[in-house]
């Protein structure tokens, strides 16, 4: 399946209707529109309750001392729109007035602040601070319904993952799987420092991969989450909106998650960590700790661990270029989790491998019948072979040879006789590795030019390999040798993330933000699917109908050995204007989304797939 573009007409008929709907989008108040930032708002005026004109109000951002400065319009008002979350001084001034000044305020994405300002007469050189504002943190623009959650929190609250997107789930009408508001859990929107980073597949990034986060061992599940991990090192800040999102929020009609990368600052700042789990710092079950286990009076746990590691490092890399300052930020983050367990597959039990048969007869008595052409000896009895008259071969000639050399070459003996029907078919148990091994990294640019232009820019690159136990092999035919259990599925994914923005102030009242996102998904399912298990045969042999545990060395069944591989390449550009005048603030802009996703597969979903497959057994649902 290949991605196409829209045709040349339905684009041109787009780009009309977000032209026409632009004229439309005017709004007396400031809305958040930047799914990376925050934005401030307020009106200056003097102890009388007139708007101050021309009054000069300037931003600090105390993480890097680069100020932003806006002029009050004919109303006394003004808007700084796109601000980076983080620490802020606001300093307003005007001729004939005390300088005001509001330390420390912290500004956060997703969210605008009203701060409006009463200027006391007297001379510049004297300085009123502002301690606080009533209603600044009250979101009257909006109603959204939506939670910010900072940086300090995300590393602080318990998460196994260590994933900020484990708190999405916590959220007001958030369900545990994720379903929001009562939509399902593909609903929902991930967007990371302005980009798009949802699941162009699923939605979810959890039917066909683990979403970022999850620490089991299946090769599915977890709670929704963006296709890029956003370790909880990384990240400045997120908000998740789960109800009346706003306009320039359409493109889900779930929760909006919205997350931004952190920034480096005028010092130096890092850290280095390391989590480790072990069964050593594990308690025991009680079932464990009173059964016997060997020469011990208890059973011990199986030992596992697993490791995440890494650290980041953030400051200034060039101090004065280009009108400015150039900040950086990078993180690594590994995983190992060598893990292993135990298996236990179906084997032929020491009477079938003779061909001996045990099936209870009218009465419901387990009779033996020995299908060889000739006696066998079993156990110490004798049986007879087949004869016209008590026969359960038609053909007279026994064991097929094919399945005979299989059983006894390729299939290990039983060791659990309770498994199966303890007859014709016993368990065989095995430990067998099934390791995860991740590493991610994040770098982030950020660059000033002068106090009028912000650049931006981002690049996640995210590795993963799981081995899954699809594929089992116990003969020694695809890897290891006859009785150790070996996996030889891998899931890989390497999806990689990329994003750019420039913001600007064009006038005096007039500012611009443009994004730009490329997002890479491939994940592949990949296993040695269905080979024959002795030269010379047309196709793979399956006894006991279409099952994992059939009767073979290594499972050929078509819902565990398909192959398939997802690359999606998706394109965002998104741009949006804002113009203040008088009481009214402007906003319109658009965003272009293109998607090409090339998706193969060997199977159609059912039973079939391009290996050969004879299968033999009343059980058997058809060749694959």
């Known amino acids: 399946m290949h991605g196409k573009c829209l045709p040349a007409r339905t684009r041109a008929r787009c780009f009309l209707y977000l032209g ?28 009388s309750g007139a708007a101050i004109p021309g009054a ?71 300085t009123v601070e502002v301690q606080a504002v009533p209603g600044a943190e009250l979101q009257t623009t909006t109603a959204t319904v939506g939670t910010t959650i900072t940086g300090s929190s995300i590393e602080m609250l318990p998460n196994l993952g260590r994933d900020a997107n484990a708190f999405v789930t916590l959220q007001p009408a958030v369900t545990p799987t994720g379903e929001v508001a009562g939509l399902p859990m593909d609903a929902s929107m991930f967007q990371l420092d302005g980009g798009n980073n949802t699941n162009d597949m699923d939605g979810s990034m959890n039917i066909y991969t683990p979403s970022s986060g999850y620490v089991g061992s299946s090769t599915t599940g977890g709670i929704p989450s963006g296709v890029i991990p956003t370790p909880a090192e990384s990240i400045e800040e997120f908000k998740v909106s789960t109800n009346n999102q706003t306009a320039d ?55 596992s661990h697993q490791n995440r590691f890494g650290g980041s490092l953030g400051g200034t890399l060039l101090p004065n270029f280009l009108g400015g300052k150039t900040y950086f930020f990078v993180n690594y983050e590994g995983r190992r989790f060598p893990q292993s367990t135990t298996i236990e597959k179906l084997v032929p039990s020491p009477a079938l491998r003779a061909g001996l048969i045990t099936l209870p ?27 016209t008259a008590n026969y359960c071969d038609p053909r007279h000639i026994g064991m097929n040879s094919i399945v005979n050399t299989i059983w006894s070459k390729f299939e290990p003996l039983p060791n659990d006789p309770t498994a199966g029907d303890g007859l014709n078919t016993q368990g065989y148990l095995s430990s067998i590795a099934l390791p995860q091994h991740s590493d991610f990294g994040v770098i982030r640019i950020d660059h000033d030019f002068g106090q009028k232009w912000h650049l931006m820019s981002s690049y996640r690159d995210y590795k993963f390999t799981q081995t899954s136990q699809a ?26 993330f990329l994003v750019i923005g420039l913001t ?18 491939f994940w592949q399912w990949s296993d040695d699917a269905s080979p024959p298990q ?91």
């Open 471 to 496: 594929q089992v092999d116990i003969g020694g035919l695809l890897c290891g040798h006859i009785g150790q259990a070996c996996a030889t599925s891998l899931r890989p994914q390497q999806p990689w």
């Open 249 to 303: 929020f359409n493109q889900a009609g779930g929760a909006q998650i919205s997350m931004v990368t952190k920034r480096g600052t005028n010092t130096f700042h890092g850290s280095a960590y390391e989590f480790y789990l072990g069964s050593n710092f594990g308690a025991n079950y009680w079932l464990n700790n009173h059964t016997p286990s060997a020469n011990l009076p208890y059973t011990p746990l199986p030992s």
């Open 361 to 387: 007869n009218a009465a419901g008595v387990n009779t033996v019948y020995n299908i060889n052409p000739y006696p066998v000896s079993f156990a110490g009895v004798l049986y007879p072979a087949c004869t």
């Open 534 to 624: 002795l030269a010379g045969l047309g196709g793979a042999v399956e006894m006991g109908g279409e099952s994992f545990n059939a009767l073979v060395p290594y499972n050929v069944n078509t819902q565990n050995t398909r192959q398939r591989f997802w690359d999606g390449k998706d394109k965002m550009i998104r741009d949006d204007v804002s113009t203040l005048h008088g009481n009214h603030l402007f906003q319109w802009g658009g965003s272009y989304q293109r998607n090409y996703n090339f998706h193969q597969r060997n199977d159609n979903g059912v039973g079939i797939d391009t290996s050969p497959v004879y299968q033999l057994g009343t059980t058997a649902t058809g060749g694959s």
């Open 504 to 521: 600007g102030t064009l006038t005096a009242n007039t500012t611009n933000d443009l994004h730009v996102s490329y997002l890479r998904n």
């Open 56 to 126: 000069q109000v300037k931003l600090v951002d105390l993480a890097t001392n680069t100020p932003h400065t806006e002029t009050t319009n004919s109303d006394g008002r003004y808007t700084f729109v796109d601000v980076d979350p983080g620490t802020y001084r606001i300093e307003i001034s005007k001729e004939g007035f005390a300088l005001s000044k509001i330390e420390d305020q912290k500004v956060e994405v997703g969210l605008v602040l009203t701060l409006n300002m009463t200027l006391q007469v007297g001379s510049t050189t004297t």
């Open 20 to 47: 026409a709907l632009a004229f439309l989008c005017a709004f007396a108040r400031i809305e958040a529109q930047n799914v990376s930032t925050g934005s401030i708002q307020g009106q200056v005026t003097d102890p």
